[in-house]
């Protein structure tokens, strides 16, 4: 891990902001197999915002820069890197007023979900950003995000974890990645922005954040998630012709300790009761099964179709309009700790940081 400071600055540590680059595209560089992650990055952002207008370098916080002693596309990324970034968030929090976290977009998302749940209860912003196009392209678009995420970084009005991406300020559990090229390439299908810049001009809506809505002392659970860094949390989105042999090769092993179900529409799947038998059967023996729906907007209402009827009964928990990296992130965080199987269903359908 490095760390750099920017050279401007001369506030004291606790009006800063902790910049963590853990790599992704806003930072890699082209070679000859490809775009990797590339280092050196405190400098590189340093030598961006000294590009900017004046006023605008001069509205900037200060900040220090702790980049990953190994930087990764964030398609490497496990739980345990969750982990990691939560650890290092928690560390620091009295040291700094807010944290961008510059992060790959592919999997951006699901480390935000994940923070959330890690960090309930944060009393100031954490806000995740990246960049479609590497810092250093003609007409990046990684300015605009880095520039927007340390204003956000820096309202203390903000007390959760967001993605700021394309003009847009997420709820971080309630954001997907929508859009493989485009620039404005996250939503949040369910639920409304946190903010936003129009024009030169930032706009943050309190109201819809955590800080207005569920108050009390941060209450962060750092937990161990190595243990199901290996896959034991499994996602299965349906198709039509899926068999029960296929389900099975997924809820059946040993060492499945739980699976998030796509189902179709408001909760339906094929009515073949030897499927509904083998979620039952997983399910049954203690694994937590929890259904979303395939669609990115709306909500599932388990009961709703005959087809799906049985799936309350065979001990499925609705997941609601949760986002598949909100609901996956969830069980993942329940089943790391060491709750009895009732606490994790109870907490599962709780909302715990807005993110249902
Ligand atoms: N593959 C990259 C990553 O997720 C994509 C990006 O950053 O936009 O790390």
Redesign the pocket.
Known sequence: MSTTSSLTSIAPTKDRLLVIYT????G?WQQANG?S?GGNFGERLHQAFSTLPLSKQQSLPAYDVISYASL????AATPFHWQQLAKDIANNLNKYCGFVII??????SWTASSLAYQLQGIDRPVVLT???QPLEAAGSDALDNLYGAFYFAAQPALQEVAIYFANRLLRGARSVKQHSEAVD?FSSPNYPLLGERIGDDFIHYPSRGLAYQQRGAPRFELVDYRPLAQGEVARVVLWPGISPWQLKAMLGDSRCKGALIQLWGAGNLPSNPELLAMIAEASGEGKMIAAISQCPQGSIHLGAYAAGDGLLDAGVLSGDDMTPEAAYTKLVHLLAQPLSLEDQRHRFLTPLVGER
């Open positions: 790599g992704g595209t806003i890699m775009l992650p990764i596309d964030s398609s992060h790959g977009t592919d999997t951006l990246g960049a479609m390439a």
